[in-house]
């Protein structure tokens, strides 16, 4: 296999040495494998670098974070890498968000793994929300949130938004410090919409901090957000019988 190790220097030598040894190619361009050593926020900027790559596939080696995405410890890197090379791992496909940022010149696009988070820390930020290209609420507070079900169970968790179930390809749409009064009015509810669903955030973001996977990026003078389940997934080798309710209950729990 071809392999790019991402994250913290110290272990990384170590399983360094342990696929070289396997006589395992290194290839920090198009690797087959990206070995991810950290916890999530790792994970999420290697997926955030390569999961455009066709075939790559993720392993997650937690180094003492919670590691919610991390299936791995190092101290079993032996007997990982000989389940890798036997065959014997599942593999665990996550849906990812497919994102367009667009202002007057340029369209951003991207993915993301956990969720897009648009934030306007100062004012309240007015947003017209369209579902499928129809007007759904005009929405007067923080900002928004839209995750993944992978993603549902980190910041969207705070925010009181449900957990979902990876099996089900949803994405989940959250508020945040909504204004609710005799004047303004909004849902309030998280949202859940099925894969075929376009939503349309239109508001001046000029001076909100719109994130993704918690990486903050400066899109400028984004005036419409387009969010979307992707056809992509981010595949991840995990160890056999690996079950979600599992992975939640053993990091919540
Ligand atoms: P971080 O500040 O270390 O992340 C906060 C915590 O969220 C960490 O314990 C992290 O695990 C955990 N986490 C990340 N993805 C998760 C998931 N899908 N399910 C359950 N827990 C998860 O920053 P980071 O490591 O760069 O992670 C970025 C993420 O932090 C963002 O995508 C966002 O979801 C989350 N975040 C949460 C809040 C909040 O809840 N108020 C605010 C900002 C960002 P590790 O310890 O393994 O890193
Ligand atoms: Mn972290």
């Known amino acids: 296999m071809k392999y790019h190790i991402f994250g913290e220097k110290k272990e990384a030598l170590h399983l360094e040495e342990l696929l070289q040894r396997r006589k395992h190619i290194k290839d920090d361009v198009y690797p087959d494998i990206v070995f991810s050593l950290g916890g999530d926020g790792t994970i999420l900027k290697a997926v955030q670098k390569f999961v455009a790559q066709k075939n790559v596939k993720f392993v997650g080696i937690n180094l003492g974070k919670l590691g919610f995405y991390t299936d791995y410890e190092c101290k ?54 369209f579902i ?8 007067r507070g923080t900002g928004f949130l839209i995750a993944t079900p992978t993603g549902s169970t980190a910041y969207n968790k705070s925010l009181g938004g449900s957990v979902i179930d990876p099996n089900i390809q949803a994405m989940q749409l959250t508020e945040i410090a909504s204004i609710n ?30 994130t ?28 056999n019988r690996t079950d979600f309710w599992d992975r939640v209950k053993k990091s919540f729990l």
Not at 94 to 114: M, P, R
Not at 188 to 206: D, R
Request: charged share 25%; no cysteine; glycine share 2%.
């Open 76 to 129: 079993e890197a032996d007997q990982m890498l000989y389940d890798i090379e036997n065959g014997q791992y599942q593999l665990a496909s996550y849906s990812l968000l497919e994102y367009v940022f667009k202002n007057d010149d340029i369209a951003y696009q991207g993915y993301s793994l956990n969720e897009i988070a648009i934030i306007s820390p100062i004012h309240t930020q007015i947003i017209d929300v």
């Open 132 to 139: 499928d290209q129809k007007h759904f609420e005009t929405f």
């Open 181 to 210: 009064n005799r004047v303004y009015k909004t849902l309030s509810s998280s949202l859940v919409f099925s894969k075929q669903t376009k939503l349309t955030l239109q508001s001046n973001f000029e001076n909100d901090y719109i």
């Open 212 to 239: 993704v996977d918690g990486i903050f990026n400066e899109f400028r003078k984004v005036k419409e957000i387009i969010v979307s389940l992707s056809d992509k997934t981010a595949n991840f080798i995990v160890k």
